[in-house]
């Protein structure tokens, strides 16, 4: 932790510090504000600041959303130090699964999906006066669905004659013109600080970037003065983590200064997340290897490197097949010079793009906003339940496709969260209470009738946190024995359950957690994830008799009830096809049904990687299709193609 003299003093050096009059003075007379600005000029954590100093949210709470839940959780953190004041009171956070505030609190930080989750039940945003939406370029889902809701939030207060909702856009690059004619606001740009940047392609393609990665950071440390720290860009946990290993091992087999390798990713828990922005001590060179979370949301001083996979993991989705898919895709050219300016922050600096140039001319300009790419489900679920019924005119930034509404709505209809005149059914609405997709909370409720509640209520807290699987490449064999014990033979949903009830036995022993080679960080968090949906459940009417464990079968069925259209059939080529989209899948290695062939699989997730697969798979049998199968889709299923 720094003295507070000295954050003080870096908060006066923000290049946002000198514009801050002027800023207040723009935030009291308008009602919607762009505000544009570098990365690490001070947007994030001073704005808010600002407004509260000013007096300007007149006792009500300033909202600041963030794509990530590592960034609201970091930033508030950081805010609260300032203003020295503990975390969760006058300044706070709240995430899925994670509310750190409390009735004080003034300066909130939250995910977009929780603010979304929010005006659910109060569409009118009522206990706020700013909503600051920050790195809108980002466009993603629930970003892009609150600009519409808080369009809606600010007319209705005006007609209701309530005191104003004022919004404020912010983000570090963007289409302005775009943004100002959606909001009908004025575009105020904050004077950045930038060096200049050297800019290296490679002179042939690199297949193999996370290899190129490494080497590249390699020579880097050989090669040029201590002082000047590295950031590289890949695309998800595995990667990073085999990245920052390799690279840790090489350099303490190395003679001379020390690399110090720090990793950060969304789901990294948040301690470790902290140690990115500790100063660097004396020879020694920081290394620090991100996901594109570092491209905007958090700043971290020293970089004078960049390295560029130039990829990025995505979700894209297909409205005709129905396909949700995470894939490793190209960053825009937009996101390569983001991730180029993060090395000219103190001083010049280079960045190392791992693709040629020409390659680099084919990235797409932009990159697309996620509305247009993701499964509309979830969002569609809760802008019904917000009293939006027409959705095709909601005030969308970028409208989705006709087909991927009408498939979101007609998987609402199928789970029967919607009627088939298109209005929100009670069950439709206890759905949307949970913030679970909808599958899941389908499940969920369908668990309550099916008497197995306790067991679906773990096995979805164990799917909401990270793995609970340690895997040690030094210790393959000794994590696989240890893991083996848990396995059931039915899948991975039972395979969790027994996990689950396993640690919970253990009365949550670290001890026993090492020795079984489990996360206890994640143990844990499940538990608390489950304690919250418990609660929940029972505000929904939804509560578990005090029987006997369920039968393995009626969970199975049970998953179903929410996951009808995630299943893959074995082929007579002894391969799975996707019932529905019919495309070639197999099962994930991790699974614990990686060597079974069972008839059917349900799924809850696909993955691209050089194969698609399955991840969390259960065997399901065809009785139980027939019988958990929506009318329209077992007709579907039982006429031959
Ligand atoms: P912006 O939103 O404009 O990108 P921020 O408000 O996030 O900028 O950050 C402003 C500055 O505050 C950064 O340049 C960084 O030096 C500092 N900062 C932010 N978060 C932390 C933190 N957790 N620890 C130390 N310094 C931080
Ligand atoms: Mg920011």
Redesign the pocket.
């Known amino acids: 932790m720094?003295p507070d003299d000295v954050i003080d003093k870096?908060r006066k050096g923000?290049p946002?510090y000198s514009a801050r009059k002027r800023l207040v003075k723009e935030l009291n007379n308008r009602t919607n504000v762009i505000l544009i600005?570098?990365?690490?000029?001070?947007?994030?954590?001073?704005v808010p600041q600002y407004i509260y100093q000013a007096q300007l949210n007149k006792g009500l709470m300033i909202a600041c959303t963030q794509p990530r839940r590592v960034a609201a959780i970091?930033?508030a953190?950081?805010v609260a130090q300032e203003m020295r004041t503990e975390l969760g009171s006058l300044t706070g956070y709240c995430v899925r699964f994670d509310d750190c505030t409390n009735p004080q609190t003034k300066i909130k930080y939250m995910t977009d999906g929780m603010l979304l989750r929010e005006s659910v039940l109060d569409p009118m945003l009522k206990r706020y006066s700013f909503v600051i939406l920050?790195e809108a370029h980002e466009r993603t889902l629930h970003t892009d669905v609150l600009f519409g809701i808080c369009k809606r939030a600010q007319a209705r207060r005006k007609a209701d004659q309530r005191p104003p909702l004022k919004i404020v856009v912010?983000s570090?690059t963007m289409d302005a013109d775009q943004f100002s004619r959606y909001f009908q606001a004025d575009v105020l740009y904050l004077e950045g600080r930038s060096f200049e940047v050297e800019c290296f392609y490679t002179g042939e393609s690199q297949p193999d970037y996370v290899y190129s990665s490494m080497v590249t950071a390699l020579q880097i440390h050989r090669t040029r003065d201590l002082g000047e720290d590295i950031l590289i860009f890949l695309t998800g946990e595995e990667e990073i983590e085999a990245v920052v290993k390799t690279l840790r091992e090489v350099s303490q087999e190395q003679a001379g200064p020390k690399l110090l390798v720090y990793p950060m990713y969304s789901k990294l828990a948040s301690e470790a997340q902290?140690r990115v922005?500790n100063s660097t001590p004396e020879k020694c060179r920081k290394c620090i290897v991100a996901t594109n979370i570092a491209e905007?949301s958090?700043?971290i001083?020293g970089i004078q490197h960049v390295i560029d996979s130039g990829m990025v993991k995505s979700k894209s989705y297909n409205a005709h097949s129905g396909l949700d898919v995470l894939k490793v895709s190209r960053i825009s050219k937009a996101q390569a010079w983001q991730r180029l300016g993060r090395a000219g922050?103190i001083s010049s600096g280079s960045c190392y793009r791992l693709y040629t140039e020409v390659e680099f001319d084919a990235f797409r300009e932009n990159t697309i906003p996620e509305i247009l790419r993701s499964n509309l489900a979830s969002v569609i679920l809760q802008l019904f339940a917000l009293g939006v019924d027409d959705i095709k005119s909601f005030d969308f930034m970028d409208k989705p496709t006709n087909e991927s509404v009408e498939s979101a709505v007609q998987t609402l209809e199928l789970l029967g969260a919607i009627d088939d005149s298109q209005n929100i059914t009670p069950l439709g609405r206890k759905m949307s209470a949970f913030p679970l997709d909808p599958r899941m909370s389908k499940a969920l409720i369908s668990a309550h009738t099916n008497g197995c509640l306790e067991e679906i209520l773990s096995i979805i807290s164990m799917l909401s946190v990270d793995t609970a699987f340690i895997s040690t490449r030094s210790k393959q064999q000794e994590c696989q024995d240890a893991h083996r014990k848990f396995l059931h033979s039915e899948g991975d949903h039972l395979t969790l359950l027994n996990v689950y009830r396993s640690y919970k036995g253990s009365g949550g022993s670290k001890e026993w957690c090492s020795r079984n080679f489990l996360n206890q960080r994640n143990l844990k968090s499940a538990m608390d994830v489950r304690k919250q949906l418990k609660e929940l459940s029972a505000q929904n009417d939804l509560v578990s008799p005090c029987s006997s464990a369920a039968p393995t079968n009626v969970i199975r069925k049970t998953l179903l009830a929410g996951y009808f259209q995630s299943i893959a059939e074995l082929q007579v080529n002894n391969q799975y096809k996707l019932v529905i989209g019919s495309k070639t899948v197999s099962i994930h290695p991790s699974s614990a049904l990686f060597q079974c062939k069972p008839q059917y699989l349900l799924y809850n997730e696909l993955v691209q990687t050089s194969k698609c697969y399955m991840r969390n798979v259960s065997m399901i049998e065809e009785t139980a299709l027939i019988e958990v199968f929506p009318e329209p889709m077992r007709r579907k299923l039982q006429t031959p193609s």
Not at 37 to 46: A, L, R
Request: hydrophobic fraction near 30%; proline fraction near 0%; aromatic fraction near 4%.
């Open positions: 720094q870096q923000l946002i600005g570098e990365t690490g000029c001070g947007k994030t954590t001073q970091t930033i953190t950081r920050d912010m570090a902290l922005f905007t958090v700043t001083a922050r």
